[in-house]
């Protein structure tokens, strides 16, 4: 059974903090929705209503586009464990981009790579968990860095070029603010 709370417990978090994936939902009023899948040392919950997503450099820049059109967000978490649970974090919030005066700020929170794109700062107003006796158990066996390898071998100059020509509108045509 589904039960909702307004803010991220002590309990939410530290399931979160063991989770090694999380998915990122955003839409704009027409057009795609998004769902995308997140990992490596992306996340940090800043407290019970706030938390910070860093976005790496990626094909598309869809949640950039729908952020900056309607500022909606769902970040969803799923136990491949024993232990079945899902938890959905509802928000609204705000994309910082290198250029913003934030930027340094969180820049402390994570490792350094010169792949991140954007972070997004979110308002948590609800947090909703499920059952998930329908998730599948799986065991993890490791990061991926193969992006952040990609990016190193383009350097800061190759991953900004990438940005222009990849990330500057999502696939309905709209504005990321790269």
């Not at 790496?56 to 978490?77: D, K, P, Q, W």
């Not at 005066?101 to 947090?127: A, G, H, T």
Request: net charge neutral; glycine share 8%.
């Amino acid at each position: 059974m589904a039960k909702q709370y307004s803010e991220i417990t002590d309990a939410h978090r530290k399931f979160i903090e063991q989770q090694h994936i999380f998915f990122v939902g955003t839409a704009d009023k027409d057009g795609r929705i998004s769902v995308s899948p997140k990992g490596l040392d992306s996340l940090r919950i800043l407290d019970e209503k706030r938390l910070i997503w860093l976005n790496y450099t990626g094909s598309g820049n869809e949640a950039a586009a729908h952020m900056l059109a309607t500022n909606r967000m769902t970040i969803m978490f799923c136990s491949f464990t024993e232990k079945p649970l899902i938890l959905r974090v509802y928000g609204t919030g705000k994309i910082i981009y290198p250029r913003d005066k934030e930027w340094q700020e969180l820049e402390q929170l994570f490792p350094k790579s010169i792949s991140v794109r954007q972070y997004f700062d979110i308002n948590v107003d609800m947090v909703q968990t499920s059952c998930g006796f329908g998730v599948p158990i799986f065991e993890y066996s490791g990061e991926r860095n193969l992006l952040l390898e990609w990016a190193d071998k383009k350097g800061i100059g190759g991953v900004k070029d990438y940005w222009d020509s990849k990330n500057k509108l999502s696939i309905d045509g709209k504005d990321t603010g790269i």
